[in-house]
Structures are given as C-alpha cells and as structure tokens.
C-alpha cells in the first residue's frame, strides 16, 4: 500500500508541476487537456483528496489480490463521480439565494460559483448582474465572464486591486467565492 500511495503522490506533483509551468496535457487519442485552464492550487488539492480517498481505510484491503487493483480503480471512480455530482448539488440549492435584479460580486474562476449563477439565469431564468475580479497570472475571471456572457448574464470585469473601489461606488447585494484550495 505505501508504495501505491508513493506511486499516487508521484503522479500528482508531476501533474501539479507542470500546470505550474502552464502547459497542458494532452489526453489520449482526443482534442482535451487534461489541465487545460487549472489552477495549480485547485489541481494540488484536488490530487490530495483523490489520494485521501482512495487510499483510505484501504489496510482492509488484502492487496496481494488480483481485486486490489479493480477495487481502488472503483474508489477512483466514485470520487470523480461525487465530486461532479457535488457540484450540481451545491448549485441547485445556491441558485435560490440569487434573486432577480441582484449585483453578484465574484473573484476569478471557480466551476461551482459558474455552477450556481448559470443555474440561475438558465434554469430559472433570473436576471441579475456580475462583477467579476480579475486576476493574474491564469485570467480567470476574463475566462469566467465569456461564459456568463455566453448565457446572457450582464457581466463587468474589473481588477481585483480595484475590488475596494468596485464595493464602494457599486450597489454589490451578494459575494459568492470558490474555495479549491481548502
């Protein structure tokens, strides 16, 4: 077991270097990339509690056996799928607080924060303004308001260094931040 926790935590400071570096990952035999427009940070934290998962509570697990492989593969497979059904989730009961006619103030890119306003103005057809912050170095924010753009959400970009400005001059009635790096 320690040398496939070993083997894990390899891959993931690989992964997490080279987003680091800024180059993506080609998936097998497809046009995707693996860490395609990812926070380093979010990556990092992601791996370590993919690793925490899957590894935990594994001591009874008999590793020896040809199931070892297939029962962790499994444990994979169920974290990926609860963490984007987490997602949906998170946004289904956080769209609700967004009401009609509000300014949301946001802070770069977070896929759940994007979840929850999406949801907002798609599902439940809401009109509502966005200020979103930018930041440097990955433009997460400019990233962040083609897409409410894209779903008729009216969007403003500012600098985040201005952010002081913005919640003085600007009737702001909600602040929704990711949390990736928790």
Same mark, same amino acid.
């Given at each position: 077991?320690?040398?496939?926790?070993?083997?894990?935590?390899?891959? &993931?400071?690989?992964?997490?270097?080279?987003?680091?570096?800024? !180059?993506?990952?080609?998936?097998?035999?497809?046009?995707?990339?693996?860490?395609?427009?990812?926070?380093?940070?979010?990556?990092?934290?992601?791996? /370590?509690?993919?690793?925490?998962?899957?590894?935990?509570?594994?001591?009874?697990? /008999?590793?020896?056996?040809?199931?070892?492989?297939?029962?962790?593969?499994?444990? !994979?497979?169920?974290?990926?799928?609860?963490?984007?059904? &987490?997602?949906?989730?998170?946004?289904?009961?956080?769209?609700?607080? #967004?009401? /009609?006619?509000?300014?949301?103030?946001?802070?770069?890119?977070?896929?759940? #924060?994007?979840? #929850?306003?999406?949801?907002?103005?798609? +599902?439940?057809?809401?009109?509502?303004?966005?200020?979103?912050?930018?930041?440097?170095?990955?433009? !997460?924010?400019?990233?962040?308001?083609?897409?409410?753009?894209?779903?008729?959400?009216?969007?403003?970009?500012?600098?985040?260094?201005?952010?002081?400005? #913005?919640?003085?001059?600007?009737? +702001?009635?909600?602040?929704?931040?990711?949390?990736?790096?928790?």
């Amino acid at each position: 077991m320690m040398g496939l926790q070993a083997d894990l935590r390899d891959a &993931s400071d690989v992964m997490i270097d080279f987003a680091k570096r800024g !180059g993506p990952v080609p998936v097998a035999a497809t046009t995707k990339y693996l860490l395609a427009n990812r926070s380093h940070i979010a990556l990092s934290s992601s791996c /370590e509690l993919f690793l925490n998962h899957v590894t935990r509570s594994s001591s009874h697990l /008999e590793t020896t056996t040809p199931n070892f492989r297939s029962q962790l593969l499994e444990r !994979g497979t169920r974290f990926v799928e609860f963490s984007l059904s &987490s997602r949906d989730r998170i946004s289904s009961v956080a769209s609700p607080f #967004v009401r /009609e006619g509000t300014t949301v103030l946001t802070h770069g890119r977070s896929k759940v #924060v994007e979840a #929850v306003l999406l949801r907002a103005a798609r +599902v439940e057809k809401k009109r509502f303004n966005v200020i979103v912050l930018e930041g440097r170095p990955d433009a !997460g924010g400019a990233k962040t308001a083609k897409a409410y753009d894209a779903a008729g959400i009216p969007t403003t970009v500012v600098l985040d260094a201005a952010m002081g400005y #913005v919640m003085e001059k600007v009737k +702001v009635d909600m602040v929704l931040v990711g949390a990736e790096g928790v």
